[in-house]
């Protein structure tokens, strides 16, 4: 089973602010098929990215997803106060579908 | 708009049974792989179960096989998970997702608000 670990555990930004988030899989992710899921408390996880790099549908711009094979980033350009949640990454290449453990973006 | 409606958790012994049900709308159900997913504080998110749209074949995580059925009514736009010899681990925040109509092997993009089931 491929395990994905996130980093960092927390980020504390500020609106306005470039989040960067990490997701590092033990082994390589078949065809780059990872996803990064947005929850917010008291919420189901939305869909935000897939195949490592496209958006889903309504995902603003300021969202970006990239990387390859074991490593990949989730970029939020300029963050909002929607945006201050808990990120997921999870690769869907490789059986059994696994997740990280997640990234929480807090307001500093 | 696509909704997925959970229902059937609850507090349950171990060794004890649950049926969850998943009522989805919005969509052409039957026309969409399903699954389940699970999550607690400790361990976070977890694959459960996925079951395909048309020939209902079914997976299941080794943590759940042989003891959890998912399945499918397409004419009543209903997913299900029958879960038996349920264990105190088995306690979790129990979602409905819908795969993502990507081709092939896509992630979920849309999920229920969940349904809560405690083994204890």
């Known amino acids: 089973e491929i395990v994905l670990t996130q980093s960092p555990g927390t980020l504390s930004l500020s609106p306005g602010e470039r989040a960067t988030l990490s997701c590092r899989a033990s082994?390589?992710?078949?065809?780059?098929?990872l996803a990064w899921y947005q929850q917010n408390p008291g919420q189901a996880p939305r869909l935000l990215i897939y195949g490592a790099s496209s958006r889903a549908t309504g995902i603003p711009d300021r969202f970006s997803g990239s990387g390859s094979g074991t490593d990949f980033t989730l970029t939020i350009s300029r963050l909002e106060p929607e945006d201050f949640a808990v990120y997921y990454c999870q690769q869907y290449g490789n059986s059994p579908r696994t997740f990280g453990q997640g990234t929480k973006v807090e307001i500093k | 708009e696509v909704q997925l409606l959970e229902s059937g958790g609850g507090l349950v012994q171990p060794g004890g049974s649950l049926r969850l049900s998943c009522a989805a709308s919005?969509?052409?159900?039957?026309?969409?792989?399903m699954s389940w997913v699970r999550q607690t504080p400790g361990k976070g998110l977890e694959w459960v179960s996925a079951?395909?749209?048309?020939?209902?074949?079914?997976y299941y995580a080794d943590s759940v096989k042989g003891r959890f059925t998912i399945s499918r009514d397409n004419s009543k736009s209903t997913l299900s998970l029958q879960m038996n010899s349920l264990r105190a681990e088995d306690t979790a925040l129990y979602y409905c997702?819908?795969?993502?109509?990507?081709?092939?092997?896509?992630?979920?993009?849309?999920w229920g608000q969940g349904t809560l089931v405690t083994v204890s």
């Open positions: 997702a819908r795969f993502l109509p990507c081709g092939g092997d896509c992630p979920f993009d849309y």
């Open positions: 082994q390589s992710v078949r065809s780059n098929l």
């Open positions: 079951i395909s749209g048309s020939d209902g074949r079914a």
């Open positions: 919005g969509f052409t159900f039957n026309t969409f792989a």
